[in-house]
């Protein structure tokens, strides 16, 4: 009998007792920790008492049922914001935030519940997932939950002075918003780590309404962002585009001329808001990831003392920050006279274009630099022999897939810029330097992700780890090796590691030497190289709009529903691959 | 040093030697079994070898460029086939297709050689995975493939009539498609459960190259499928939509009149071929989702052996079937009424209105049985104390996500006629009928999705199996043990069914017998109600044109693209409902 209950230890061969091949108690954590890297697994188990049928199947029915709320949530809020967008005369925006308000309000009392209840229960939260919530993200949450509270006090400020001629939604919204934004920013910085074991059912819906209305938010700052950002030509039949930036559209604001603001202040206000957008985009996506990932930890059994620290050593690297500054700097100059230039000469054409020129010359530059430095990067790891990291991790997971996921939106608009531009014949320098852009651009984005991918995945590198393990006893070894084992280093793979792991690690110590630095400045070069590409988009240069050849070849409905689209998961990825490249620089 | 060689045994209180521990061959491949339910785990760990770095790097660098290649190659597929339906005059149709015989000459290429290699290789194929295509998908991937096949010869024949005045690679297309399809089928067919071992890169590479020339298939059909099956209205300044079905436009084919077909039955064949879309679009699919999952299998050591063979069993079934097929029947008879009355009465709107009516009362019908059958099944689920499957399994992992990923295209048109029904003020009895539609819809696939998904991640009832376990010795016991283990039955959580098992079991009997039957008739009514909803919008019911309140209220280029990107998934959804339900079927 005993053969099925210390799976996966099958020992047939001691058949007199089953005693010795049970488990101590730290071995069994450490088995069910591996185990845990199936994820279904980790669904199904329970630490210290039996899998109970009726829990696992509660589990599941929790998980269905929060997954179908959610979708049920995101495709709702989609479709008012879609028809807020097209037919703002029935569905109006007072419409839109009215259940916005609703959804803020309740996760918001479910936030607070959670909190209260943790804080009341003793041992609420026994496991927390060490790889969960990591400092960078919680502290890009803080940071931009602070820029997005300043964004509704704004907004607050200037919708105040409309207060008397339109709807008192549109300043209730921004006060909900600031509530939930301070509510869940410390949700999700004191609890970003648990992985939650009571109420489950309860929990998985909690944190699924958390994540929809964060995409719903989402969703509605993307949509107001881009028809702000986006000319729409004065006459729709007309198909030549007009290239004046005067022609903003602040359909979500109050660009109605009958409607006076009471205060004079309101343009000032109405004007900085609009750009603290960007961040409150990216603090919704920063709390999503954050609630996904406490999803997926619902009843998992994690050690929560596997985060190591690593400290942060700037002083080896030289060349990757002063040539990564340097780009930057430039590019600022070029995007700022870019952005001033564009908008006083939107009717002189041979001005516009020198104006495009420098910005299309600068960007291919930047593009160019990045992948020949990437390209550096990705042969350095074929050539290292680093073991891969095995054990399974949600949050890397949710990493790797949001950077491929985000970077199909410039994938896409980069293709369907080049076929534009190739099937119209390619004319003038213009179109020439549009079409380098964007094959540099598809080229640089592939390696990237390469790079960061297989960065990602590498195991850190330890010097001082290999010693401890040599010198220490018999049973201290077997305590560091299941601590390694939490921590990435998959022992399984060492043997000739701790047999004769000294010898060799000083023999490659030399190459490792030279491959790491150079790891390190491709990084913060890249880091930096991504920085620019992220202020240029987030801070409104349109080329894509500036430039005709597209929204000509495609019609301007449709390219505008790409562009609006992709932009925002590229300056996401953009973004994104700043932390990822960070976390790569750590690991090196 | 044994510590880290037997893993995942750690046997540190055996300290004399490591011998016992390390497992037979037999359990040896039991537990790497278990160590693939992790998917990273398994796409690291080699079978009978040692792990070199090496390898595992270089699996990792081809699924990277494998995953690169083919979101290359199916972005560059969209943007030309978007500015092909955008812009037919600078990227015509034989553009598009000269770009497709490339990407079909060269995928056939791979497929024939890596059939000619695997026949020549002596062992090539030593894993299979038993869930890798099952004979369901195998089967349906044969017969969408003859009538693709026959769709292709129906092609050639009424192009040939047009090779005087056009383009000869409209020809020349449909002859290459036709080979790719009979290699493909052949190559599916035969080698659809490798899991592959040689040439992992390169093989990662082609299957990815499959994939992707498959989905821009895909992509390519449903879009001349969309634009055959969408009413344009003449004026498109117009916003009264034209409700006559007589404005096809056939973009991809031949509707100018400068080039006339030099024989006679051309328009005989135009007109059979469009009915062999649907089925060329499904193969499409089918062939994407069996070569992502060799694809997932690459390098994976699976046991070929778990598949075990379980009796069709329609004698015990008896209300459901007869149900469902009366559903079929009057559905089908509705729907023919419904095409027959919409082309003939395309101007006299109070006609147009009767049919309309009636074909929202049927749909209302079929949604609101279905309901309660599921829920019904939902509830059963809920009483049942089957075991739920934790070992992992990239097919059914896909099956899930593809269910529950193609759902949410039916999704989003039942939730945006929703809303602008509802801003709207539903006036009007058609207006009512929409809605109610719309709502049991959501309803509707919210319980399938999780009837379905429940008992596909259900055990199979077993009673021969515990039999055998308890009259048995404890070495063949083991051996059974081991077996049920491959074959999901989770033999961890079963202690007390060994032990007091044939007890339980006779005392349990009674009520499994009656859930079993009332699983099965629930099973087979879904599966006929998703036949018949499958039927109708395949073969040309567009009520989301007919009725107008949806184009009107969202401008008609917006609801068009929302219906022609939803609609095929949502076909694609009730097509592999069916086949799900048929696996839950075998499965209760």
Redesign the interface.
Known sequence: ?C???S?????????STCA??R??KM?EA??SN?TN?????AN?REPHQD?S??G??GR??GW??S??LC??VL??G???V??NA??SE??TTS?LQAFLIFFLLVTSSWIIYYVIFTARTKNAVVYKDGHAGPIWLRGGLVLFGLLSAIMDIFKIVSYVGYIHCDSAIKVAFPVVQLVFIVAQTYFLWVHAKDCVQLQKNFTCCGLMLTLSTNLVLWMTAVTEESLHQTNIPADP?NTTILSGRSLYIYKASYGDSKCQCSHTSCNIFKDAYYYLYPFNIEYSLFASAMAYVMWKNVGRVADGHTHHKVKIQFKDVFLGPVFGVLLVVAGLATFIVYEIEIKKNSHDNSKKDQVMMMHFVMNIVIVTLMSVSTAIGCAIY?VD?R??V?E?NPTRSLDVGLL?GSS?GQ??IS??T???TV??GVQGYLNSLSLTWAVLM?IQL?LQ??FI??GL?REPFHEEHSVTVITNT?LQS?KD?SNLEGSGVN?????EF??NGLHSNMVENRGQMWRRWVLKEVCVFLLLGNIILWIMPSFGARPEFDHETQST???F??WATIVNIGLPFGIFYRMHSVASLFEVFLNS
Chains 1, 2 share one sequence.
């Open positions: 009998m053969l099925t209950t799976f996966p230890c099958v020992c047939v061969t001691d058949d010795p091949c488990m101590t071995e450490d088995l591996k890297e199936s994820g279904q697994a199904t899998v049928s009726s696992v199947q599941k029915w269905l049922l997954g179908i979708v049920n495709i709702l989609c479709a008012l879609s028809a097209e037919n029935n569905i419409n039949t074929k022999h073991k891969h095995i399974k491929t199909l994938f896409i293709y369907f080049t076929v534009a099937a119209t598809v592939g992700n390469i991918i297989e995945h018999y077997s090796l022992t399984k793979q060492n043997p701790t047999a070849f495609y019609s409905s449709m």
